[in-house]
């Protein structure tokens, strides 16, 4: 490209040199003529549309406007066959934001005028107007639209294992804590904002009654499942959102929501709960957390459940655990609860007894308690003793277990 320009250079002076001396031209009419024979600067843009991803950590990019970043970026060239003066740009984007909040969402807002580099700090629609001047002073201008999408999930911390006391002050149903999401939450941030924050707890069957109680069976057929929840982005529809009542393996879960309740029944197990974040595009992440709930009256203890359960060990703190199955032996299923220090990737294996691997599950732990629920088909025919081993980041953790 450069021999070209020079090439064109060159003879574009040739053609001068020889006006020059062999025509009695006037200097007037010489430059003009000069004038009309340079040629135009010119931008060439293949394309006018361009999607770019916004950083991980800040809601925009910083971009650069030189000659080369505009060719490495969006593969303009500017071509300048008189030689390159000067190019400068207009920034401009779709809508006013101020601090990352739009205060104007029609009409073209100018972002910066012949800066080389510039903080973009918003998400959106961007026009990029060229201004290219050459060294016939010569100028061309072309203009090229992006828009910056946010594809970053929120990153959610959660707060560390907590302990609830309930009142216990006046009857089982005033017995209750309800905490909010700004509870659990203990700075969780997004590249652009987390527009809101969601959540859930868990429950085991035992604890239907007192859901019921609370107002879950919202279709008031006696039952918790599916049908049951609350349309919080009023769309008529529970099913999106996690709005519904979710069963994970031996637990169920409660919508999504602003806040949740614990009560007298939680005093017999730890309540995990989930916290979620989602972002002004709709992406989300979780986090969870433990509690575990005492009640300072034990006039207020509920009877024991009706559904009896198999205790879930204590929370693990300090290494990586992986417990005893629940039940053991099993039958149909089974459930086997690990702890994690910190969350990743962790391999989950069966070996029968002659050592074969009859199960493999690549699982993503999270910080905390986590669980995996075995279904008896999944083991084969084989009864008997089976080994079953968990590879965390930090130690490969070993069980046994009876299978009927
Ligand atoms: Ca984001
Ligand atoms: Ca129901
Ligand atoms: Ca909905």
Redesign the pocket.
């Known amino acids: 490209m450069k021999t070209q320009n020079l090439h064109q250079k060159i003879s574009h002076r040739f053609i001068a040199i020889v006006v020059l001396f062999s025509l009695p031209f006037s200097l007037q009419a010489f430059s003009t003529f000069a004038v009309a024979d340079s040629t135009k600067p010119e931008i060439v843009i293949p394309n006018r549309l361009f999607k770019l991803a916004?950083q991980s950590n800040v809601?925009g990019l910083d971009m650069r406007f030189t000659p080369d970043a505009l060719q490495q970026n969006f593969g303009v060239e500017l071509k300048t066959p008189c030689g390159y003066l000067s190019s400068k740009v207009q920034l401009a984007s779709w809508g006013r934001w101020v601090k990352g909040v739009l205060v104007q969402s029609e009409g073209w807002a100018i972002l910066s005028e012949n800066e080389a580099q510039f903080e973009i700090r918003n998400v959106g629609r961007f026009r990029l107007v060229i201004n290219l001047l050459d060294r016939c002073r010569q100028r061309t201008q072309d203009t090229l639209y992006f828009e910056i999408e946010?594809?970053?999930?929120?990153t959610m911390l959660c707060a560390s294992a907590l302990n609830l006391s309930l009142p216990g002050s006046s009857g089982l149903r005033s017995d209750v804590v309800t905490l909010d999401h700004e509870f659990f939450n203990k700075g969780s941030k997004?590249?652009?904002r987390i527009s809101q924050y969601r959540v859930r707890r868990a429950f085991y069957p035992a604890v239907i009654p007192t859901m019921i109680g609370a107002g879950y069976d919202t279709n008031g057929d006696g039952k918790l499942d599916q049908q049951d929840g609350f349309d919080l982005n009023k769309d008529g529809d529970i099913t999106d959102l996690g709005e519904y009542i979710e069963r994970r393996g031996a637990r169920y879960w409660t919508p999504l929501q602003s806040q949740v309740e614990f009560f007298p029944v939680d005093t017999l197990t730890s309540v995990t709960v989930e916290l979620w974040g989602i972002?002004?595009?709709g992406?989300f992440n979780t986090c969870k957390t433990e509690v575990s709930v005492s009640s300072s009256s034990s006039a207020d203890r509920p009877n024991p459940p009706i559904i009896k359960l198999p205790g879930e060990p204590p929370l693990s703190r300090g290494k990586d655990i992986l417990h005893p199955n629940l039940p053991n032996p099993v039958d149909k299923e089974a459930l086997i609860y690990y702890d994690l220090q910190q969350s990743g990737n962790v391999e989950f294996n069966v070996y029968d007894q002659q050592g074969r691997r009859v199960l493999i599950r690549q699982l993503n732990g999270t910080t905390g308690r986590n669980e995996i629920l075995l279904q008896r088909s999944e083991l084969g025919h084989s009864k008997g003793f089976f080994l079953y081993t968990l590879r965390t980041p930090t130690a490969v953790l070993v069980q046994k277990m009876l299978v009927l």
């Open positions: 916004a809601c946010d594809l970053s999930k929120p997004d590249n652009c972002d002004g595009v992406a």
